[in-house]
């Protein structure tokens, strides 16, 4: 096995009842686990939630994530989405100082090449929506920084497996009954 850290995107298919983010952060806390990126939310099937995280170690250090998470009675199904072909996002809010003028123009530009959108605009400062893999997603902020960021927001990765690749779908996917 590898000996070297990486980032490791973790889908964790769960029930949807209340409680189930708390008890599995504080389990991977309790075990020295740190979770660099969080996201959670409903999936097609209103009683289960799809909890997408990241998290940096070897591969040691994923195995027992892994097997930690399938302990967890609410869990139904761990995958290790990094270890196959498939798309991520990150979505940012950033409130950037943009008074009327060339600064505005060319923060207007940047957002352009980034494909972002301006969400809102106010006398001395606009809002800005990017959304893409990490690493556009923090070029975009390193971009930002001189013209003076006021508030920045970022949503946790979230990820899927491309079509097409040999995984179950959230529908066909086993359920356990909560004990």
Same mark, same amino acid.
């Given at each position: 096995?590898?000996?070297?850290? &990486?980032? &490791? ?15 599995? %952060?504080?389990?991977?806390? %309790? ?8 996201? #959670? ?6 009683? +289960? ?5 990241? $998290?940096?170690?070897?591969?040691? !250090? +994923? ?5 930690? +998470? =399938?302990?967890?009675?609410? $869990?139904?199904? #761990?995958?290790? $989405? %990094? ?15 943009? /008074?009327?003028?060339?600064?505005r123009s =060319? ?11 301006? $969400?809102? !605009?106010? /006398? ?10 990490e690493n ?9 920084? /001189?013209?003076?960021?006021? =508030? ?8 899927? #497996?491309? %079509? ?9 996917a086993p ?5």
């Amino acid at each position: 096995m590898s000996k070297s850290n &990486h980032r &490791h995107v973790l889908s964790a298919l769960v029930q949807n009842v209340p409680g189930v983010l708390a008890h599995i %952060s504080g389990m991977l806390a %309790s075990r020295g686990f740190n979770i660099d990126s969080l996201a #959670v939310g409903e999936t097609e099937d209103p009683h +289960l939630s799809r909890m997408t995280f990241v $998290v940096v170690g070897d591969d040691r !250090v +994923l195995e027992q994530v892994g097997k930690q +998470l =399938e302990k967890i009675v609410t $869990v139904v199904r #761990v995958l290790d $989405v %990094s270890s196959r072909d498939f798309v991520e996002r990150d979505l940012l809010l950033m409130k950037v100082k943009s /008074p009327a003028g060339n600064s505005r123009s =060319e923060i207007r530009e940047l957002v352009d090449i980034f494909r972002g959108k301006i $969400v809102d !605009v106010g /006398p001395n400062e606009i809002m800005v929506e990017i959304s893409g893999r990490e690493n556009k997603v923090q070029a975009f902020i390193e971009r930002m920084r /001189p013209y003076g960021i006021t =508030e920045l927001v970022r949503t946790g990765r979230i990820a899927m #497996v491309r %079509s097409g690749s040999d995984h179950e779908s959230t529908a066909d996917a086993p359920t356990r009954a909560a004990s």
